[in-house]
């Protein structure tokens, strides 16, 4: 059965600073991945998709990486600001011939102005 | 595009009452997703459509919850009879095609059951 962890499970950085959030799953057999962020009280808003056979995806400040040999990804926000504190999930899909979905918990960021 | 739509934002009722949330997806998109996310159990997939048709109803808890696709601009996620345990935060979310594509989700239900 896959399993998703992300830690920390929070995280708080001053406004400007270069950051690394970490998502780690167990079964390298996935289909692909996308990391999401919450506001709270507020649905999911999505980020980045790599597909199983990307390396990584970027979009304007924001960088997903995958490496499915060391179960990891990785999603780099460069100069952060205030307005990207939020909580960010990543999410796999299994490629077996059901797809299976499994969110991480999460890693809820603060940035501090 | 108004996005994915759900309503009502919040439901508050008793125990034993049938709740019904209801969910437009993104006009286009073939697929469509009802999760529930919870303190203890994170965000949960209960069930998908592919093309109004169920595919993997598998994480749907128990009888008591039911969800219909009668058209592709409408799913409803029914629960009778509810129970307190059955309180959460309903996200319907929709995608082009299945899980190769992003999904894009609605604001979310926030079901208090009494």
């Known amino acids: 059965k896959q399993e998703v962890t992300q830690i920390p499970a929070a995280l708080s950085v001053p406004e400007g600073e270069n950051l690394v959030l970490n998502c780690s799953f167990t079964d390298s057999a996935i289909y692909n991945l996308q990391w999401f962020r919450q506001d709270p009280g507020k649905g999911l808003t999505s980020l980045l998709l790599i597909q199983s056979s990307q390396r990584e995806q970027t979009s304007g400040r924001l960088n997903a990486s995958l490496d499915k040999s060391s179960g990891r990804s990785t999603l780099y926000i460069a100069a952060s600001q205030p307005g990207d504190s939020a909580t960010y999930l990543c999410?796999?899909?299994?490629?077996?011939?059901?797809?299976?979905?499994?969110f991480g918990s999460g890693t809820q960021l603060t940035v501090l102005p | 595009d108004a996005g994915v739509i759900q309503s009502p934002r919040h439901e508050v009722t008793e125990m034993g009452q049938e709740v019904t949330l209801r969910c437009k997806p993104i006009s286009g998109h073939n697929s469509l997703f009802w999760y529930r996310q919870t303190m203890m159990r994170g965000l949960e997939l209960l069930i998908y459509?592919?093309?109004?048709?169920?595919?993997?109803d598998s994480g749907m808890p128990e009888d008591r919850f039911s969800a219909k696709m009668p058209n592709a601009s409408f799913s409803t996620l029914k629960i009778q009879p509810s129970e307190p345990r059955d309180s959460a935060v309903y996200f319907c979310?929709?995608?082009?095609?299945?899980?190769?594509?992003?999904?894009?989700f609605g604001p979310g239900t926030r079901l208090t059951v009494l």
């Open positions: 459509f592919n093309n109004n048709v169920p595919i993997d």
């Open positions: 979310a929709s995608s082009r095609d299945g899980f190769y594509n992003e999904q894009f």
């Open positions: 999410a796999l899909i299994s490629s077996g011939s059901a797809r299976q979905l499994t």
